[in-house]
């Protein structure tokens, strides 16, 4: 039989709990160990798993013998702990995004690259079906040239999402680092590399310390053009966790779309995988019916993907789909977006050298 993979995680937040219940439940990884503040509410959940619970990093290489370790520690920790596990060649597993800024992210990047490390960053879309389905339709060239693409994050978050977590309401707080990371590292991975970038951002609605709506243009390397909305105030589903059905907390509408991507011979939607396209033996014109196709394809659980990949990792069977240097562009690119809201100017994306 093949030997379990050890994991310890530190972290057990909100998305550390959901790295709990995969890696109890997975047949090829054992939890070893959590790492978090010493108070009767971390306790809990490490008695909950039967697992000791220590303070520090420190603490817990001292006393356990880890194979990888899963990082979900607050944003503000995570060069920290990736530069601890890192310089260990610890295999880790760091939560999104690499730090909470871009010369932090630079250094933890620089350090993995120096140091050959397995560092995979929890961008977790990229282990989805639906993105390897649309990405496989895409390079078939079934829609010719990308064109344009289409997206949309918006949806309502409660009171309560900003009353359990103040931090929420202050700089960094707002969607587009909470969220719209995501979007940037899924358009990169269907559209290509992003050249530059333009917004206008708003807090009108909230009145809080960081916006609740962005608007964002985009130009990619390869000459197509993105436009993307993003709110957390925003009363409708056109956005990936309403309409992808990936996780079962959000609703779900079947009638929406969150991205259209458009190409010289044809468009797509997703998640629906609605293909639209013009006969084959006929030249294309817009006086001529669109013909339609559903490309199938089955949904799984992106998280326990990302889990089965990052056990991968750690015994040599892979390389991180996601790297350091996948992280920290899309770090970059968030970071451009803030600075292009402030300013009303379009921001190049400089190349990053590590």
């Excluded at 959590?34 to 971390?42: C, F, K, T, Y």
């Excluded at 779309?257 to 013009?278: A, E, N, Q, R, V």
């Excluded at 294309?284 to 339609?292: A, H, I, N, V, Y």
Aim: proline content about 4%; charged content about 20%.
């Amino acid at each position: 039989m093949n030997k379990k993979i050890l994991i310890a995680l530190v972290g057990p937040g909100l998305i550390g709990k959901k790295h709990l219940e995969l890696i109890s439940k997975n047949a090829s990884a054992t939890l070893a160990a959590i790492v978090a503040p010493l108070d009767s509410h971390n306790a809990t959940i490490a008695q909950e798993y039967r697992v000791p619970l220590f303070e520090n990093l420190e603490s817990l290489v001292e006393r356990v013998n880890v194979d990888g370790i899963i990082i979900a520690s607050p944003n503000t920790f995570h060069l920290e702990h990736g530069k601890f596990c890192v310089e260990r060649k610890i295999p880790i597993l760091l939560e999104k995004p690499i730090c909470d800024n871009f010369l932090d992210g630079l250094t933890l990047a620089r350090l993995a690259y120096k140091n050959s490390a397995k560092v995979l960053i929890g961008h977790h879309r990229a282990h989805s079906t639906i993105m390897a389905t649309a990405k496989n339709i895409i390079e078939s060239g079934r829609i010719g040239r990308i064109v344009s693409v289409t997206g949309s994050a918006q949806f309502f978050k409660p009171d309560d999402y900003f009353q359990q977590g103040p931090w929420r309401t202050a700089t960094g707080g707002g969607p587009i680092l909470i969220n719209l990371i995501h979007e940037v590292g899924n358009l990169r991975f269907l559209v290509g590399e992003i050249e530059s970038v333009q917004a206008f951002v708003s807090n009108a609605i909230r009145n809080s310390n960081v916006e609740d709506t962005a608007a964002i243009n985009f130009r990619f390397a390869n000459g197509a053009l993105g436009s993307f909305i993003l709110s957390d105030t925003a009363s409708t589903s056109r956005s990936w966790e309403q309409t992808s059905r990936e996780n079962p907390n959000f609703s779900n509408d079947p009638e929406e779309d969150c991205y259209l991507i458009c190409g010289t011979l044809g468009s797509l939607k997703i998640p629906s995988m609605k293909l639209k396209f013009y006969n084959s033996r006929q030249e294309s014109s817009w006086l001529l019916p669109l013909q339609e196709e559903i490309v199938s394809y089955q949904r799984i659980d992106p998280l326990q993907a990302q889990l089965d990949h990052f056990i991968d990792v750690i015994k040599d069977n892979t390389k991180p789909k996601v790297t350091a240097l996948d992280g920290l562009r899309n770090l970059q690119i968030v970071e451009a977006i803030y600075s292009s809201g402030l300013s009303g100017s379009a921001c190049k994306i400089d190349d990053i050298f590590l």
